[in-house]
């Protein structure tokens, strides 16, 4: 008896396939949805933050060295009335809110908040990056599972499974593709964006740490 013979062995791969169908189809609408949430998210973000994001960086960093010598207070004051963005403002004042620290405390604390902050903006990335990578592997795989039946339905004349078939795999692929395309949009957009950022970020943070020190050694 020949329990792995090649027929049972192809019956099961064909079961399998076969289940698949329906999953990979509810996948796929998933990542739609989400790809859809992330476009709309990407578009609140640019109509409500990044038009607030109107900084000179030159004419801040200047405010902050002039303010700085007026205490904790001036350079909170300079920092909410910039064109900075909400989450940028909440890592300089947190900064700024301890200047009895040592300047190796303030540096540690400088550095745990920007990196806190990267890793907040790496995991709104991935989360798109992921869509970009999962869209055209599901689109596949809806491509071809609709494929087996089609092609058995061809060899026994049954042209309406064979097009029902047929039209599943394009949209699957259509859907896919689609999904994977805007999604990684989404991703280039936002790295440019929080690159910028992080820069932004970075520089201020070492222009406070460095006012702060001066103002700790002065006294």
Same mark, same amino acid.
């Given at each position: 008896? *020949? &329990?792995?013979?090649?027929?049972? %062995? ?14 990979? &189809? ?19 973000? =640019? ?10 960086? @030159? ?7 002039? !303010? #700085?010598?007026? /205490? ?10 910039? #064109? ?8 300089? !004042?947190?900064? =700024?809110? *301890? ?21 907040? %903006? ?7 990056? $992921?869509?970009?990578? %999962? #869209? ?8 071809? &599972? @609709? %494929? #087996? @039946? /089609? =092609? &058995? ?5 049954? !042209? ?25 949009? =989404? ?16 520089? $201020? ?9 001066? *103002?700790?050694?002065?006294?």
């Amino acid at each position: 008896m *020949h &329990i792995f013979s090649t027929s049972n %062995l192809n019956g099961v791969l064909r079961a399998v396939s076969s289940g698949l169908r329906y999953p990979v &189809i509810i996948v796929l609408i998933l990542i739609m949805a989400a790809t859809l949430v992330l476009l709309g998210s990407l578009l609140v973000e =640019i109509f409500t933050e990044r038009r607030q994001l109107k900084v000179s960086m @030159p004419r801040l960093v200047d405010q902050l060295r002039t !303010t #700085g010598r007026n /205490g904790e207070k001036a350079m909170t004051e300079a920092i909410t009335s910039s #064109g900075l963005l909400r989450r940028q403002k909440a890592v300089l !004042t947190e900064l =700024i809110r *301890h200047p009895d620290l040592t300047a190796e405390m303030r540096q540690a604390l400088a550095d745990r908040l920007v990196e806190e902050e990267q890793s907040r %903006l790496e995991r709104i990335v991935k989360l798109s990056d $992921l869509l970009a990578k %999962l #869209g055209p592997i599901f689109g596949l795989l809806g491509t071809l &599972i @609709p %494929l #087996g @039946p /089609g =092609i &058995i339905a061809l060899g026994q004349g049954d !042209t309406y499974t064979l097009s029902q078939s047929l039209l599943t795999a394009f949209d699957t692929t259509v859907a896919g593709l689609i999904s994977a395309a805007v999604a990684m949009v =989404i991703s280039s957009v936002r790295k440019g964006w929080y690159a910028n950022y992080m820069s932004i970020l970075e520089t $201020l943070a070492d222009c406070v740490l460095e006012v702060e020190n001066d *103002h700790a050694a002065r006294e």
